[in-house]
């Protein structure tokens, strides 16, 4: 009798492991979705760092000199130097 429920208690101790293989918490398909979800917070992680790269790069030029000041001056708010003139073109 002893030898014949080996066998089923071990089939059902595989069962059990191949179960957990596919359906549990560290199942396949899990592990899967959570290397995707790793991939995209990466792919943002990357896109952000390069934001606060170019971020950092320009206080730095704020920081160094008065020409970054001067330029943004003159693009965003159009403030010309005393003896300059404004000309703006329009094209059509």
């Known amino acids: 009798m002893g030898s014949r429920l080996i066998p ?3 089939l059902a101790v595989l069962g059990m492991l191949h ?3 596919w359906l549990g918490r560290g199942s396949i398909p ?3 979705r959570l290397q ?3 991939d ?3 792919t ?4 952000a ?5 170019r971020l950092a790069s320009e206080v730095s030029d704020l920081k160094e000199g008065l ?3 001067e330029e943004r001056a003159r693009m965003e708010l159009g403030m010309v130097k005393p003896d300059e003139i404004f000309v703006q073109i329009n094209s059509k």
């Not at 943002?44 to 896109?47: G, K, Q």
């Not at 760092?49 to 790269?53: E, G, K, T, V």
Request: charge should be positive; hydrophobic fraction near 45%.
């Open 8 to 10: 089923f208690v071990l």
């Open 19 to 21: 179960a957990q293989l």
């Open 30 to 32: 899990n592990v899967a």
């Open 36 to 38: 995707q979800k790793i």
């Open 40 to 42: 995209e917070q990466k």
């Open 44 to 47: 943002r992680n990357a896109t």
């Open 49 to 53: 760092q390069r934001l606060n790269d």
């Open 67 to 69: 020409e970054m000041v």
